[in-house]
């Protein structure tokens, strides 16, 4: 008959030689290892912050980290700024590791993680969206990006989006975060009323980039400094009797509303639906 004190001993020496062998079975991520469409590559923690910064995160947003790695960025966004995050990573041992990190962090009920391939993933009800991958993948993700609700902050690490420029760049040691904020489509033909007077606005559209003119009458004046920052426009013209009214407002849909101020005193609310 076997003595409890030999069974306790046997059940120690079979923990005792499973335990490095269970050490050797943990995924430890190497840099450089090869992942579906680039290789892993950490961001450096003050890149992270500067990218969560760049975007003003707070506890109100939904952030979503594309291609999220050992889910740094999608824990920092919970732990420093208290905002709800999810990764989206297409490697489930990279996938479980970032559900360890979480859990360590103590923010695995803010932040999630989810296997499954960026390009086939449903991310618009994020207002934030973090990435750090290559440009061509950037500019395939572009389109999705840009359907996105106006005043969504997308943050890139190293990599921009060609021609669409971004809202803002930061540097740190050498390294770039890129900022931009996804703009309405204000494109077209709006009729405008300035409190009673009439007047037809044209805009022309690249990206968060406007030209364009207010028609008066005969005199079609071109539009100073139009700009659109997501949902919120921005622009100034002359009238006929050499006044500069300045416009700012708030586009919704088809509709756009807000408040203009003249350089003689003037001022008043505006508003203009789309033709």
Request: glycine residues 10%.
């Amino acid at each position: 008959m076997i003595s409890h004190a030999r069974l306790l001993a046997v059940a120690l020496v079979v923990l005792t030689l499973a335990a490095p062998a269970a050490a050797q079975n943990k995924f430890e991520p190497q840099v450089g290892q090869a992942g579906k469409d680039v290789i892993w590559v950490p961001s450096p923690d003050d890149v992270v912050d500067r990218m969560l910064t760049m975007a003003q995160v707070t506890p109100n947003d939904f952030v979503i980290d594309l291609g999220s790695g050992d889910g740094k960025i999608a824990i920092a966004a919970a732990r420093k700024f208290g905002a709800r995050a999810m990764g989206v990573e297409y490697n489930p041992d990279m996938v479980k590791l970032s559900q360890e990190n979480a859990k360590a962090a103590g923010v695995a009920e803010k932040a999630s993680f989810r296997r499954a391939d960026i390009f086939a993933t449903d991310f618009s009800q994020a207002n934030v969206i973090t990435m750090y991958l290559l440009p061509a993948l950037n500019m395939k993700l572009r389109p999705q990006i840009l359907a996105m609700r106006p005043g969504t902050r997308v943050v890139s690490h190293s990599f921009n989006m060609e021609d669409w420029e971004p809202d803002e760049t930061s540097s740190m040691d050498g390294r770039r975060a890129y900022l931009w904020i996804v703009p309405a489509n204000v494109m077209g033909s709006w009729s405008v009323d300035l409190g009673g007077e009439r007047a037809e606005l044209t805009l022309e559209q690249k990206f968060q980039k406007l030209e364009g003119y207010v028609q008066l009458g005969p005199i079609h004046a071109g539009l100073r400094e139009a700009r659109l920052r997501g949902f919120q426009i921005s622009f100034a013209y002359v009238d006929n009797t050499g006044v500069r009214r300045d416009f700012n407002g708030r586009v919704t849909g088809g509709k756009m509303e807000g408040s203009f101020r003249a350089d003689n005193g003037g001022e008043g609310r505006w508003t203009a639906t789309k033709k």
